[in-house]
C-alpha cells in the first residue's frame, strides 16, 4: 500500500517528486504552493490527513515556519530549502520536541554528498602544505536565490573542519537553466587540483529526496542527509 506524501512547495521540484514518487512507493495526496500556505497557514490537520511524510522545497524564508507547523502537527518531513540554516538549532529543537522527525540537506543529490567527502579528505591532504591556496566556485539557474549556494558553503564548511585553515575564496555564478556545478581546487605555485561536481538534472536532487522522504517514515529525529547515506546503499 502507498505511503501518502505531501509536497510543500509545488515548483519545479515539487512537480518531478510528483512524478517520481510511485518509484518509491508514494502516492502524493497534498500539494501546497506559496499562494495556498502562507505562513504556513494552509498546513492543518484537515489539509495533512493521510500524510506520512512532507517533502518541502520553498524559500529560506518558508522553511523554518513549514517545518515548525510540520513537525507541531505530527508530520515527518524531508527538507530541501536552502539559506535557512542559521535556525538549524531552533528546527532542531521543535523537531525533537514534538517527537517527529526530519531529514534536512544542502543538496539531496548523493553524487553531491560523496563529493563532500571527497573535498573533506582533499582538504586534509592540502591543508598541511601551506604553498596551497583554495577557492569554490558554483553556477546555478538564474532563478535560485541564495548565492553563494548552501552547499558551496557546506562545502567550505567541511575544508575548514578538516583542517583547512586558510582563506577558501568562494564565488557564484547564476545563468540559464544550469542545475548545479560545484567546484573546489587548491593551488600551489607548481600545480592546480581540480575537484568538481555537474550535475545533469534535478532528477538526481528528486531521487535523493525521495530516498530520504521512504527512510525517515515513521521514524524520530533530526538528521543530515549525509548521516543515513549508508543506510540508502
Known amino acids: ?5 505531501a ?5 519545479k521540484m515539487g512537480r518531478l517528486i510528483e512524478r ?13 504552493s506559496g499562494g495556498d500556505n502562507p505562513g504556513g497557514r494552509g498546513l492543518s490537520h484537515e489539509t495533512l490527513r493521510g500524510i506520512d511524510v512532507a517533502v518541502e522545497f520553498t524559500t529560506p ?3 523554518p515556519v513549514n517545518i515548525r507547523h510540520l513537525a507541531v502537527l505530527g508530520v ?7 539559506g535557512w540554516f542559521e535556525q538549524l538549532p531552533i528546527a532542531r529543537e521543535v523537531v525533537l520536541h514534538a517527537k517527529t522527525g526530519v531529514v534536512w540537506a544542502a543538496n539531496f543529490s548523493v553524487g553531491v554528498n560523496l563529493f563532500l567527502q571527497s573535498v573533506r579528505q582533499a582538504a586534509a591532504l592540502f591543508g598541511k602544505h601551506a604553498e596551497y591556496e583554495a577557492w569554490g566556485w558554483e553556477i546555478h539557474h538564474s532563478a535560485k536565490k541564495d548565492a553563494p549556494s548552501g552547499t558551496l558553503k557546506k562545502l567550505a564548511e567541511e575544508m575548514r573542519d578538516a583542517g583547512f585553515t586558510r582563506s577558501v575564496n568562494l564565488s557564484s555564478s547564476r545563468a540559464g537553466a544550469i542545475p548545479g556545478t560545484h567546484e573546489i581546487g587548491f593551488d600551489s605555485p607548481a600545480d592546480t587540483i581540480t575537484l568538481r561536481h555537474t550535475a545533469r538534472s534535478r532528477e538526481g536532487f528528486a531521487h535523493g529526496a525521495l530516498q530520504a522522504a ?13 548521516e543515513i547515506l549508508a543506510d540508502l546503499s
Open 214 to 226: 521512504r527512510w525517515i517514515a515513521g521514524k524520530k529525529g533530526f538528521y543530515e542527509f549525509r
Open 20 to 32: 517520481l514518487a510511485p518509484e518509491y512507493g508514494f502516492e502524493v495526496r497534498a500539494r501546497f
Open 7 to 11: 509536497i510543500v512547495g509545488y515548483g
Open 76 to 82: 515527518n518531513s524531508v527538507v530541501g530549502t536552502t
Open 1 to 5: 500500500m502507498s505511503q501518502g506524501l
Open 61 to 63: 524564508q518558508a522553511a
